[in-house]
């Protein structure tokens, strides 16, 4: 198992190599979640290493998220980025914005990028945000419950998970939903085989439309990091006959039922599993919790 080889997945990371890469070798094309687990934690910290070397790629790529947001023209309380990781875009987007969000939600795979992410957003001032771990394909969150959901290159490396990943990624959603994701059909040839070799989602677009999602928008995106890594821009609106209101989001990503803070840990009466806080950083993968049927009679 990955997780046993840690200090020498490390050092295979320190010469340079891609961690994912090595990880699939005899293991086939997709990536599985804790390759990108791992990966990811790997990484931590080189986002906000490379804003603060060059940041105007970040400054021109966050505006413009902030005016396809702006542009949609909803009232709305709650924003959430899936996939958060050190917090880079969600920040400045959130500083760019017209209309501010109350609460501003974040989860990531990676327990060090969201503990990145959240010195980030306290660096730059933003005390109304809620980060924790969570998985894309199971997120800690309740039906309709965030106004407005957006992505930044967070599906990308799910290639053949991508109806998947709408599903999920509707469910939480409650006004719209707004994907900035590698666009396979954009590109040219040769950043269609980097891409298929990297493991990198396909026909996202053509999937929400199979799925019967109301697309709005779905075009190039103005601002894209790599020639190779296109960006594409789709915007689903999502037709709710009803707009309830969600008091607390958090679920048990076992059972969805309601999360809540009691002695230092997130419990789920309901489920009587409970998930641990670790330095500030809720834990909320399936996988971090822990049985405690009697958790509420220790003080």
């Known amino acids: 198992m ?10 295979v990371y320190e010469r340079g190599e891609n961690i994912i890469q090595h990880l699939k070798q005899n293991k086939g094309n997709h990536n599985t979640l804790e390759m990108i687990t791992i990966s990811y934690d790997l990484q931590s910290g080189t986002y906000i290493r490379e804003v603060k070397k060059n940041p105007r790629f970040n400054r021109e790529y ?7 947001i702006d542009e949609l023209g909803v009232k709305y309380d709650l924003l959430l980025e899936a996939g958060v990781g050190e917090a880079t875009t969600l920040a400045n987007v959130v500083l760019k914005l017209r209309d501010k969000p109350k609460k501003v939600f974040g989860f990531d795979l990676s327990w060090s990028r969201t503990r990145y992410a959240i010195e980030y957003l306290t660096s730059k001032h933003i005390n109304n945000s809620f980060l924790f771990t969570g998985n894309l394909f199971n997120i800690p969150l309740a039906d309709d419950s965030i106004d407005i959901v957006y992505t930044s290159h967070t599906i990308e490396p799910n290639s053949g998970r991508e109806k998947e990943a709408l599903r999920e990624l509707m469910r939480v ?3 719209y939903l707004v994907l900035l994701e590698p666009a396979h059909e954009f ?3 040769e950043a269609r085989k980097r891409m298929e070799s990297h493991g990198y989602i396909k026909n996202l677009y053509g999937s929400a439309v199979d799925l019967g999602m109301d697309v709005i928008e779905h075009r190039l995106f103005d601002h894209s990091n790599n020639h190779l890594n296109p960006t594409g821009l789709i915007v689903i609106k999502k ?9 607390n989001p958090l679920v048990c990503p076992v059972t969805r039922t309601p999360l809540r803070l009691i002695k230092g840990s997130y419990f789920s009466s309901d489920s009587l599993l409970a998930y641990p806080v670790i330095k500030g950083v809720p834990c909320l993968l399936d996988e971090n919790a822990v049985i405690a049927t009697h958790y509420k009679r220790w003080k």
């Not at 990955?2 to 050092?11: D, F, G, R, V």
């Not at 966050?62 to 396809?68: C, E, H, K, L, Q």
């Open 239 to 247: 037709d709710l006959k009803t707009h309830r209101t969600v008091r």
């Open 187 to 189: 590109a040219n040839e």
């Open 173 to 175: 959603t409650k006004k």
């Open 62 to 68: 966050t505006a413009a998220i902030a005016r396809v």
């Open 2 to 11: 990955s997780k046993k080889s840690l200090k020498t997945i490390k050092k």
